[in-house]
Structures are given as C-alpha cells and as structure tokens.
C-alpha cells in the first residue's frame, strides 16, 4: 500500500493526463509512472556503467608503451636465481 503524499498525488494526476483511459485508475496510474521510472533509471544506470567503463579504459590507454614489452623478463633476470 502506498500513501498519497502531495507529490504521489500530483504524478498520478499528471499520469492521468497522459493516460486518459486510466483517468479512474489510481493504481494503474501509479503501476505506469513506476514502469516508466524504472525504464529511466535503468537507461540513467546503464550510461553511469558506460562512463566508468570509459574512464577505466582511459586508464589503461595511459599506461599502454609505459613499460617494454620484456620488462617482467628484465627484472626477473636482475635477480640472483
């Protein structure tokens, strides 16, 4: 069960504008703008991942040519075995 704030009552109101054919159905009003939200946040969340993503592969491209390609090799024999 959900409470009618103020702020509950005015986004089913304004869904009801949207979705006239469910002017009298408070919970359905409710169920759309919820699905709606949830499609919002998850498409919100999903480019919030992609930036990350890019940061990190940002990261990577920094130290690409940073080290040579036989630098383990190299400290490896500067080692007594």
């Known amino acids: 069960m959900v409470t009618e704030s103020d702020q509950i009552k005015k986004a089913i ?3 009801a504008l949207v979705w ?3 002017a009298n159905e408070r ?3 409710l ?6 939200g949830a499609e919002i946040v998850a498409a919100k969340a999903k480019g919030k991942k ?3 993503e890019k940061a990190v592969k940002n990261l990577i ?5 940073l080290w040579p390609n036989n630098f383990l ?7 007594p075995n």
């Open 13 to 15: 109101d304004d869904a």
């Open 20 to 22: 006239p054919e469910l």
């Open 27 to 29: 919970a359905e009003l």
């Open 31 to 36: 169920r759309n703008l919820i699905s709606q």
């Open 50 to 52: 992609n930036e990350r």
């Open 61 to 65: 491209s920094i130290g690409t040519g």
């Open 73 to 79: 090799s190299q400290r490896k024999d500067e080692w």
